[in-house]
């Protein structure tokens, strides 16, 4: 049953042969006998590699080792970059897996001196192929992940992106990555039939199969499985049919319907027999004999593990004859190499006695080199004082940000002490003027105006702490789920008291489960900031209301509403300008600005936004937006 689950992969190491018909490699073969040793002979042999070196890759050897060897007498890099990734294939389907490695880095190299972004991904995907077969798995991951940084630029081929996103998918759902493999896999089925390469559609629909099968939801996978054999069915291309069949059979076989598995198990063992495709036939041989042990048909079961039995001996002494053949055709290659490199040293040497008849034109052309040399340093030493000039002005900026940030600070502190200082004084006086007079009631109401006065100065000093780490940037963002209904119940225990005071009403309206990912400290001083704000310009008898709602953009909108005196566009406009902080308020919300730019300096580092909707004798509603909290995230 393994060995059938395997199905989906090996398709899709084949599938970058669809391109190229089988009928087609005898047409190439009759254009290779009359064409000469030029470019486009390299494109040709390079072809018929790229034709059989799936099917037929011992036989592929040859052509792959001539094209390769042609272009490098040629110095014709691209044929070159083609026949190192096509031969290396052909070694890697024969399991001489350091050889093809070996090829693929050369083939990597020429890539990038080429800028090609094609070449680069097909070699990283092949050499994750390579890693993956050798159950490397974190090798191969390492390579599919840089293939897919290049993967999505414009000279990339579509049938590269296809194997590249097939093997991806494959490899996540072989590291039990479901989710991530899936994604990939139909990933690469939406590029098939935005091509309209219906090979391409029916194989990846039959991966999905053969993963819901995994899975054991075995309704779906068959679902998948018909698709993709019915997609398949018109087209002559017998390997696919044979293993979507095969496939098919096995969710039927899993499912209990024994009946029609065995019909498309025989119908597959046709197929595979027509076309001498002998891994598709082992298959077969093993899946008829698992139905049968179904059918509990011990004796009809035997005959067919017989057959698989001993059709696998022949296969696995057929691949060591292939590996064999390719190693031998490696080595000859290798010795025909090294002849083509004595004679080129013989020529090498009768080219250095020419180059002696130039030595004195180098000589004339050193002294204008040299001067060409002083030139260039010249201008390089030009352009570094440019680049220096310009960094000093950015410091130079930085700087004058800097000196104006503290004297905004400066400003703040002056303005923000001096009501809370001033309101300690008042108080002072007004317990020596109560006891002159003999007032117990009030000196009663004295306490309620000291805690109010300490509490404006607590805040104040709780926000300029909060500025100051972080305009030094020490302030660390650790976003969390958390949950608006607790963080709601906390503004409003804290400002209980000071609204009961000022017979304010607090209400929130929240669902309970939605949550915000975000920084705990952050949203905390964000909330207080909002929710004393309102207090603070929310006039006796008034309503605050504390909202939150879920949007379409994957952000939730945490809103505090007052029923105070409101604020012109133009009071609004200097709230949100560079300078608005620079001195204090004046009117109905009167105030240095400092806890809005620290709330929005908190919203900004937490990738939100902060608005505020208001309009005299209307109230306010400041509302800012931060990410949702996915479910993942709990």
């Not at 017979?503 to 975000?518: D, E, G, M, N, S």
Request: charged share 20%; aromatic share 6%.
């Amino acid at each position: 049953m393994r060995r059938i689950l395997l199905v989906a992969f090996l398709l899709c190491c084949l599938f970058g042969n669809t391109g190229v018909c089988a009928a087609t490699v005898p047409e190439l073969l009759q254009r290779l006998r009359t064409q000469p040793a030029d470019t486009a002979r390299v494109r040709l042999l390079n072809e018929v590699c790229y034709a059989l070196h799936d099917n037929e890759p011992t036989r592929a050897l040859p052509y792959g080792e001539e094209g390769v060897a042609l272009a490098r007498r040629l110095n014709h890099p691209p044929g070159l970059l083609g026949g190192l990734l096509n031969l290396a294939s052909c070694y890697a389907n024969l399991a001489d897996g350091p050889h093809a490695l070996q090829l693929q880095q050369e083939a990597l190299l020429l890539a990038r001196q080429l800028r090609s972004n094609d070449g680069l991904v097909r070699g990283y995907t092949g050499m994750g192929g390579i890693y993956h077969e050798r159950n490397d798995t974190a090798a191969a991951l390492r390579n599919y992940q840089r293939a897919l940084a290049y993967a999505y630029r414009p000279d990339v081929q579509p049938r590269t992106q296809l194997m590249l996103f097939g093997n991806l998918g494959n490899l996540y759902f072989y590291l039990q990555r479901r989710q991530e493999g899936l994604l990939f896999t139909r990933r690469a089925l939406q590029l098939a039939r935005r091509t309209g390469d219906q090979a391409g559609e029916s194989l990846y629909l039959a991966d999905m199969g053969s993963f819901y099968m995994q899975m054991n939801q075995l309704e779906t996978a068959e679902g998948l499985l018909r698709q993709a054999v019915s997609i398949v069915e018109p087209l002559e291309n017998n390997r696919f049919k044979a293993g979507h069949l095969e496939l098919l059979a096995t969710v039927l076989l899993l499912r209990n319907q024994l009946a029609e598995a065995d019909t498309l198990t025989h119908r597959a063992l046709r197929l595979a027999r027509r076309i001498q495709y002998k891994e598709r036939v082992l298959d077969a041989y093993n899946l008829l004999a698992e139905i049968n042990v179904s059918r509990r048909d011990f004796e009809q079961a035997y005959e067919w593990q017989t057959r698989y039995r001993d059709l696998n001996d022949t296969l696995n002494s057929r691949s060591r004859v292939q590996t064999l053949t390719a190693l031998q055709t490696r080595y000859e290659t290798a010795d025909k190499e090294h002849q083509i490199k004595r004679l080129t040293e013989r020529e090498s040497v009768m080219q250095q006695r020419n180059r002696a008849l130039w030595v004195a034109i180098a000589a004339l052309l050193l002294g204008l080199g040299g001067m060409g040399y002083l030139y260039t340093k010249l201008r390089r030493s030009r352009t570094e004082l440019a680049d220096n000039h310009r960094a000093l002005e950015e410091v130079t900026k930085e700087l004058r940000q800097l000196a104006a940030s503290k004297d905004r600070l400066y400003a703040i502190v002056a303005h923000d002490l001096r009501g809370p200082v001033t309101s300690f004084a008042g108080v002072t006086e007004l317990i020596d003027f109560y006891l002159k007079q003999g007032d117990e009631e009030g000196l009663r109401r004295l306490p309620s105006l000291v805690r109010q006065s300490a509490y404006q100065l607590n805040h104040l000093l709780d926000n300029l702490l909060n500025w100051a780490v972080n305009q030094t940037g020490e302030l660390a963002f650790r976003p969390e789920r958390l949950l608006v209904q607790e963080l709601y119940h906390e503004a409003t225990h804290l400002y209980a008291n000071a609204a009961e005071a000022k017979q304010i009403t607090l209400h929130t309206t929240c669902p309970p489960q939605l949550a915000v990912w975000a920084d705990t400290h952050m949203t905390q001083t964000i909330l207080r900031n909002l929710v004393g704000n309102a207090l603070k310009f929310t006039p006796p008898g008034g309503t605050i209301t504390l909202m939150a709602e879920l949007r379409d953009t994957g952000t939730v909108a945490l809103c505090v509403q007052d029923t105070g005196a409101g604020m012109a566009p133009t009071q609004i406009a200097t709230l949100f300008s560079p300078e608005g902080t620079a001195s204090p308020l004046r009117g109905p919300r009167s105030g240095t600005g400092l806890g809005l730019l620290l709330c929005r300096a908190f919203v900004n580092r937490q990738g939100g936004t902060l608005s505020i909707e208001s309009a005299p004798g209307q109230g306010t509603t400041v509302c800012v937006l931060l990410p949702a909290a996915r479910r993942e995230q709990a």
